[in-house]
Nanobody, 116 residues
Framework: QVQFVESGGGSVQPGGSLRLSCAASGRIFSIFGMGWYRQAPGEPREFVAGIRVGGNTNYVVSVKDRFTISRDNAKNTMYLQMNTLKPEDTAVYYC??????????WGQGTQVTVSS
């Protein structure tokens, strides 16, 4: 089973930027689509961005043109560059397969807080 470790979160002011990283264990990383998800307090976890094996990407409308997802299969790592952050982007960010794979475990996530 692949395990995920997210990092790179922090506290920034509105308009700021952060780059999240997702390190995945296992040699099968390169054969799966991967995605970023987030969960705000009191809200269900939601899809944010996904990247397929071939590099095609998909974003939720609220982050399109502000966030960029990328992956480095040689390093079993995925990234999320987040620019022009807004308070509504505040959440715990997680990475996982995209689409989700039955039984795939969630990591601890990384907290992103956008506040003035």
């Amino acid at each position: 089973q692949v395990q995920f470790v997210e990092s790179g979160g922090g506290s920034v002011q509105p308009g700021g930027s952060l780059r999240l990283s997702c390190a995945a264990s296992g040699r099968i990383f390169s054969i799966f689509g991967m995605g970023w998800y987030r969960q705000a307090p009191g809200e269900p976890r939601e899809f944010v961005a996904g990247i397929r094996v071939g590099g095609n990407t998909n974003y939720v409308v609220s982050v399109k043109d502000r966030f960029t997802i990328s992956r480095d299969n040689a390093k079993n790592t995925m990234y999320l560059q987040m620019n022009t952050l807004k308070p509504e982007d505040t959440a715990v960010y997680y990475c996982n397969h995209w689409p989700l794979v039955r039984g795939s475990a969630w990591g601890q996530g990384t907290q992103v807080t956008v506040s003035s």
